[in-house]
Nanobody
Framework: QVQLVESGGGLVQAGGSLRLSCAAS????????MGWFRQAPGKEREFVAG????????DLADSVKGRFTISRDNAKNTVYLQMTSLKPEDAAIYYC????????????????WGQGTQVTVSS
């Protein structure tokens, strides 16, 4: 299994930006597609973004297209989520996830989850 640790969450005003990081250890990071999910209080965990093992093919939820960017650095075993133009509805716990491929991520077929990092957006 790959172990995942998120960082970078916090409080930001609406319209602001944050960059989340997810550091991986254990199994070979480059073997996994990586993604971000989020869960707001009283709501189901939802897919936000995913990136393939290679060629950096990206999937983004419609709600974040044009505002969020996912990237990965296989040399650093890290995946990032750059969030801009944040809205109050983006507030949630953000979870990093590993999957065997991009499709598996979108289907929530997850090999490993991080512990989550809180993002709060004030209006």
């Amino acid at each position: 299994q790959v172990q995942l640790v998120e960082s970078g969450g916090g409080l930001v005003q609406a319209g602001g930006s944050l960059r989340l990081s997810c550091a991986a250890s254990g199994r070979t990071f480059s073997n996994y597609a990586m993604g971000w999910f989020r869960q707001a209080p009283g709501k189901e965990r939802e897919f936000v973004a995913g990136i393939s093992q290679s060629y950096n093919i990206v999937d983004l939820a419609d709600s974040v297209k044009g505002r969020f960017t996912i990237s990965r650095d296989n040399a650093k075993n890290t995946v990032y989520l750059q969030m801009t133009s944040l809205k109050p509805e983006d507030a949630a716990i953000y979870y990093c996830a590993a999957g065997i491929n991009r499709i598996a991520l979108t289907r929530r077929e997850i090999v490993s989850w991080g512990q989550g990092t809180q993002v709060t957006v004030s209006s």
